[in-house]
């Protein structure tokens, strides 16, 4: 079992920069895929990016080229700069946890509480 606390949400100006992270606890972080996801009042929680145990990066066509995710496996930590927001970026921000022969978003998967993200134009 992993647990999973994100933090470094807030207001940020469209154009800025802001860097979220999430900390697992509880068992062997290097084992999980890692990937954040987004959510907004009445809609799906989308899929924003993943890290791979290797390293392998994917994002979400809204979000590539300005977001960058990262894994520090010496803390237990991923991380999501996010470059050039925009307003339509504002959600409440999941950190996700799958090991293998989980899928990431799935139900076998572990959730933070995720962090809000607000971009103001």
């Known amino acids: 079992q992993v647990q999973l606390v994100e933090a470094g949400g807030g207001l940020v100006q469209a154009g800025g920069s802001l860097k979220l992270s999430c900390a697992a606890s509880?068992?062997?972080?290097?084992?999980?895929?890692m990937a954040w996801y987004r959510q907004v009042p009445g809609m799906q929680r989308d899929f924003v990016a993943l890290?791979?145990?290797?390293?392998?990066?994917n994002y979400a066509d809204s979000v590539k080229g300005r977001f960058t995710i990262s894994r520090d496996n010496a803390n237990n930590t991923v991380y999501l700069q996010m470059n050039m927001p925009k307003p339509a970026d504002t959600a409440v921000y999941y950190c996700?946890?799958?090991?293998?022969?989980?899928?990431?978003?799935?139900?076998?998967?572990?959730w933070g509480q995720g962090t809000q993200v607000t971009v103001s134009s």
């Open positions: 996700n946890a799958a090991s293998a022969g989980a899928a990431l978003g799935g139900a076998n998967s572990h």
């Open positions: 890290i791979t145990t290797d390293g392998l990066t």
């Open positions: 509880g068992s062997r972080f290097s084992l999980y895929n």
